[in-house]
């Protein structure tokens, strides 16, 4: 069954440092999403992607981050100066269509850790 | 805004036990609403949806009415099996506004003990 992947599984980092977390999508779906979820709160919705560009993003998805599709399979999300408050546990989905009824599919995460 | 509220866990139940978790939500459209399950080690994974009211969502034992009156979609299953340990979301998509993001609550950790 196609699934969601995501690299790597922990990152642990210095504060002002530069992460880029990896996402590789089901191949047929066209949205791509990213989330994040802090210790103990709520899974967040950060951005959406589709055919090269952002769809919609939160108010979370400030100018310190970034999303690329650099090829045909990989998505990846940027921190570019990562801060004590962005660790958290970072999903990526994927869907067919933008739509309720179709799917998103989740990876399993990548927990960030800022030191 | 959007949100939804889930019942605090963790939740610890004995095999074969009913379950019921609760969520209600606020929403500015008509939203549609799902039930996504985290198992450990792994990704969300959608169990069930309802897109209008009075839809009732249903997979693996488990359903979830679509109340607009109450603004509610507990969760409820008959009789739990150790399997079914893990992480419970409640979460929208209203997509009125062009919006296709999920807006979670915040989860509940079933534990099902033999």
């Known amino acids: 069954e196609p699934e969601v992947t995501q690299t790597p599984s922990h990152q642990v980092t210095q504060m002002g440092q530069e992460v880029i977390l990896r996402c590789v999508p089901i191949s047929n779906h066209l949205y791509f999403y990213w989330y994040r979820q802090i210790l103990g709160q709520k899974v967040e919705f950060l951005v959406s992607?589709?055919?090269?560009?952002?769809?919609?993003k939160s108010e979370i998805f400030d100018d310190q981050f970034s999303v690329e599709r650099p090829d045909g399979s990989n998505f990846t999300l940027k921190i570019r100066s990562t801060k004590l408050e962005d660790s958290a546990m970072y999903f990526c989905a994927s869907s067919e269509e933008a739509s309720p009824y179709n799917e998103q599919f989740f990876g399993p995460g990548t927990r960030l850790t800022v030191l | 805004g959007n949100s939804v509220t889930q019942m605090e866990g963790p939740v610890t139940l004995s095999e074969e036990a009913f379950l019921t978790i609760n969520c209600t939500y606020t929403?500015?459209?008509?939203?549609?609403l799902f039930w996504y399950v985290q198992y450990p080690g792994e990704g969300l994974q959608l169990l069930l949806k309802a897109t209008k009211a009075d839809d009732k969502g249903s997979n693996k034992g488990f359903e979830a009415t679509y109340r607009k009156e109450t603004t509610s979609f507990h969760l409820e299953k008959g009789s739990v099996q150790v399997s079914d340990s893990a992480v419970y979301f409640c979460a929208l998509i209203d997509s009125g506004a062009g919006s296709y993001q999920l807006t979670f609550g915040k989860g509940t950790k079933l534990s099902v003990i033999p």
């Open positions: 929403a500015t459209g008509y939203p549609s």
């Open positions: 992607f589709y055919n090269n560009e952002i769809s919609e």
